[in-house]
Structure formats: structure tokens, C-alpha cells
T-cell receptor
Framework: DTEVTQTPKHLVMGMTNKKSLKCEQH?????MYWYKQKAKKPPELMFV???????INESVPSRFSPECPNSSLLNLHLHALQPEDSALYLC????????????FGSGTRLTVV | QKEVEQNSGPLSVPEGAIASLNCTYS??????FFWYRQYSGKSPELIMS????GDKEDGRFTAQLNKASQYVSLLIRDSQPSDSATYLC??????????FGSGTKLNVKP
């Protein structure tokens, strides 16, 4: 299995809603990531988990809350988002070590109304 | 200064030509770089990685790394319309964190 699976593919939520994005990989990768991508911009790093522990938080607002229940799963909990948070949210995973690139999931297209 | 700089393009080449995409970086200690292809509305796909000086070839793609001059390039030979996409340079991979360039949009004209 060489895939990173993200669900849902599309999500529309109101500013008072609570929702979660899910990501799963079965490649044995021990590093997992959340990225945010706005239209015509490169992906921006949000969070990095290494061996199920949060290792990097790129000063992301607290309305985004990551969780890594086990080595295969990564969640992103969303609460009280703003319309400007509408974007493509990408999950990725990789082996540990600088020579390894990331494998991205297909993303969740989030719209905040 | 950004870690990775990339010309945003767009770059237009005729079908069958060589497309040359370039990226410069600021960290002299950087070791590994990656090229991703992203079709409109899709997620990035890793197409090449390079961490040694020189060239690395994979089919129609050649990645080049010049550590002395701090640039990375991607050559696409015999460009096809299906190569039309945005190409993202990324690196270095330090402690599970790397930076993406702004991306170069490639348009291959039939």
C-alpha cells in the first residue's frame, strides 16, 4: 500500500461547526504532516508529527487542533473557523531522514461559510 | 529571504521540446531536494529527488543539483501536453520539515 488516504474529499462547514479531517497511511512512515494550500500558492506547513508526537507547529491558530492516535492515523480537528480558512488541506507522510520526500494524500477541499 | 526561490512562470514550450525549470536555495548546508508535479485541483506528486551533486535521470526527467551555485533544476525532455502542470521545488529536508518554492506553471503547447 503506497497511498495516503484522506477523508472527506470535500467539506462545507459553518463558522460555529466542529468537524474533523482524517488521514491514514499504511506504509510504515513515522512522520506525518498537515499542509494548507490556497489557490495558486504552494503548500504551507501546519503541523509535523514524528513517532506520534507533535514536533512542529508552525504557529497555527488554536482553532486547528491536530491529533495522532497511532502511527497510521492523523486527524485535524476544526472549530470556529473563518471563511479565510477555506483551502485545500493536505496530509502527507514520509520515512524519517532527510533523503525522503513526502507522499501526499488527495486532500480535503474545505469551504467555510 | 525565502529558503527556496522559484520562477513562477508561466513557462510555455512546444510539444517535443525540452522544458527547463529552475530553483535556487539559501542554505548552503542543504542536502536533499525534491521536485513535485501538481495538476490543477490535485495534490502534489513526487517525481524526482536528488541529494548528490550532479545529474539524476529518470525516464524523460533529469534533476540537476549544483551545491556550489546553490541551484536545483529539472529538465523534461520530449515535453508532452500531459506534462502541463505546476512544478514545485522543495527542500531541504531538515528535521522533517522542508520548504516549497512558489511553483512554476508549465504549459506544453500541442
Amino acid at each position: 500500500d503506497t497511498e495516503v488516504t484522506q477523508t472527506p474529499k470535500h467539506l462545507v462547514m459553518g463558522m460555529t461547526n466542529k468537524k474533523s479531517l482524517k488521514c491514514e497511511q499504511h506504509m510504515g512512515h513515522r512522520a506525518m504532516y498537515w499542509y494548507k494550500q490556497k489557490a495558486k500558492k504552494p503548500p504551507e506547513l501546519m503541523f509535523v508529527y514524528s513517532y506520534e508526537k507533535l514536533s512542529i507547529n508552525e504557529s497555527v491558530p488554536s482553532r486547528f487542533s491536530p491529533e495522532c492516535p497511532n502511527s497510521s492515523l492523523l486527524n485535524l480537528h476544526l472549530h470556529a473557523l473563518q471563511p479565510e480558512d477555506s483551502a485545500l488541506y493536505l496530509c502527507a507522510s514520509s520515512q524519517e531522514g532527510e533523503i525522503y520526500g513526502y507522499t501526499f494524500g488527495s486532500g480535503t477541499r474545505l469551504t467555510v461559510v | 529571504q525565502k529558503e527556496v526561490e522559484q520562477n513562477s512562470g508561466p513557462l510555455s514550450v512546444p510539444e517535443g521540446a525540452i522544458a527547463s525549470l529552475n530553483c535556487t536555495y539559501s542554505d548552503r548546508g542543504s542536502q536533499s531536494f525534491f521536485w513535485y508535479r501538481q495538476y490543477s485541483g490535485k495534490s502534489p506528486e513526487l517525481i524526482m529527488s536528488i541529494y548528490s551533486n550532479g545529474d539524476k535521470e529518470d525516464g524523460r526527467f533529469t534533476a540537476q543539483l549544483n551545491k556550489a551555485s546553490q541551484y536545483v533544476s529539472l529538465l523534461i525532455r520530449d515535453s508532452q501536453p500531459s506534462d502541463s502542470a505546476t512544478y514545485l521545488c522543495a527542500g531541504p529536508n531538515n528535521f522533517n520539515k522542508f520548504y516549497f518554492g512558489s511553483g512554476t506553471k508549465l504549459n506544453v503547447k500541442p
